[in-house]
């Protein structure tokens, strides 16, 4: 607890007076009281959601390979977590196998595909 902003997890500014920046993946400001999800949350929430114990992350390439992960899972799924970092939405190819998919990501997004194996 930060007693001088009275936020806990994360200063509203997104540092903690004498440390450097946090990725706290929830912020709550009790002078407010308010409680804010931040973008590392939903990271949380989507790996945790669809990525089994037992999978393995699998490279990816391309131009849009630094804003995705993907894993495939023990029942041989593919799951691809992309985010979307840009203030507008945006258009990626995604390549699998011999299949082409259009992703439409919208602005400040993480988005989840999965594939069947």
Not at 43 to 49: G, N, Y
Not at 50 to 64: H, Y
Not at 100 to 109: E, I, K, N, P, Q
């Amino acid at each position: 607890m930060d007693t001088s902003t009275g936020t806990w997890c994360c200063h509203p500014a997104g540092a903690t007076p004498g440390a450097g920046p946090k990725n706290s993946m929830i912020t709550i400001d009790v002078t407010q009281p308010t409680v804010t999800y931040n973008a590392e949350f939903y990271v949380m929430k989507h790996l945790a959601h669809f990525v089994a114990p037992g999978s393995v992350r699998v490279d990816l390439q391309g131009p849009w390979s630094g804003n995705a992960l993907a894993f495939q899972t023990p029942d041989r799924s593919t799951v691809v977590v992309c985010a979307n970092p840009f203030s507008e939405q945006v258009e990626v190819v995604m390549d699998v196998a011999s299949e082409r998919f259009l992703l439409r990501l919208d602005a400040h997004s993480f988005n989840t595909v999965v594939l069947d194996g």
